[in-house]
């Protein structure tokens, strides 16, 4: 941009260098706002402009208030920066509350609860969602599945004493996975048989009141089905004898 200033005293050349602490110039630029025409523009004592081109939008000279337009000019270009910054901490802390957060673990989880609280019998009801299809030898809407939780000090459990069933058949089924003592995150498989690739896989949370919250899929990831041949998710919730 190619200017000539001229104030009451002294005059700025087109190849003369412009000292905005001494000659005071206050630029206000916006990159979406449009060229501004010189019949737009403000020149404080009478002040006069010969441009060739202007791409900016507003240009002011001042005489005494040298320093005071200096500060406004450094004011308006460390405000947008500022508040750029914190609208992208507000969208950060909105998407932080979301059931499926940015940021944290994608396993979810709540309170910590303690190896007594995770173990013991359970009962978990079981209800198809739209996830998968859910045809072909799914359970029934509000099936009922007993499940054993024998839960070591690390949250692991016992594999050869944690065990489950389909009511009303008596078949004893192996269970394996893992309670997350320090937020009650549980991953257990539902296994058809021992040493069978067919497994069905529990994923939710046990809280501190003995309930349980989360789904239900058959079949598990890397798994064949045990009941649904064309794979089926359910919602499950469960409480403790």
């Given amino acids: 941009m190619l200017l000539?200033?001229?104030?009451?005293?002294?005059?700025?050349?087109?190849?003369?260098?412009?000292?905005?602490?001494?000659?005071?110039?206050?630029?206000?630029?916006?990159?979406?706002?449009?060229?501004?025409?010189?019949?737009q523009l403000f020149w404080r004592q009478q002040s006069t402009v010969s441009a060739r081109s202007l791409t900016a939008n507003e240009l002011h000279l001042s005489g005494p208030e040298c320093n005071l337009a200096a500060d406004l000019w450094r004011?308006?270009?460390?405000?947008?920066?500022?508040?750029?910054?914190?609208?992208?901490?507000?969208?950060?802390?909105?998407?932080?509350?979301?059931?499926?957060?940015?940021?944290?673990?994608?396993?979810?989880?709540?309170?910590?609860?303690?190896?007594?609280?995770?173990?013991?019998?359970?009962?978990?009801?079981?209800?198809?969602?739209?996830?998968l299809p859910c045809t072909g030898g799914s359970l029934a809407d509000g099936t009922v599945l007993l499940a054993h939780f024998d839960v070591l000090g690390d949250g692991t459990l016992n594999a050869a004493t944690s065990?489950?069933?389909?009511?009303?058949?008596?078949?004893?089924?192996?269970?394996?996975?893992?309670?997350?003592?320090?937020?009650?995150?549980?991953?257990?498989?539902?296994?058809?048989?021992?040493?069978?690739?067919?497994?069905?896989?529990?994923?939710?949370?046990i809280t501190t009141t003995a309930t349980f919250s989360g789904t239900l899929t058959d079949p598990a990831p890397g798994f064949s089905p045990i009941f649904s041949v064309s794979g089926c998710q359910y919602n499950a919730t469960g409480t403790k004898a």
């Fill in 4 to 39: 000539r200033l001229q104030s009451g005293s002294e005059a700025l050349g087109f190849r003369d260098s412009l000292n905005f602490d001494c000659y005071c110039i206050h630029c206000r630029f916006d990159p979406l706002e449009p060229a501004a025409d010189r019949a």
């Fill in 75 to 131: 004011l308006h270009v460390s405000v947008r920066p500022m508040a750029l910054c914190l609208i992208v901490l507000g969208l950060t802390a909105a998407c932080e509350t979301t059931t499926d957060p940015i940021f944290g673990d994608p396993g979810g989880g709540g309170a910590a609860i303690t190896q007594a609280q995770a173990a013991g019998d359970w009962s978990f009801t079981v209800r198809p969602n739209t996830t």
């Fill in 163 to 205: 065990i489950w069933q389909n009511p009303p058949t008596a078949v004893v089924r192996p269970l394996s996975g893992s309670v997350r003592l320090t937020d009650g995150f549980a991953d257990a498989f539902f296994s058809s048989s021992s040493g069978s690739t067919s497994a069905m896989e529990l994923r939710g949370t």
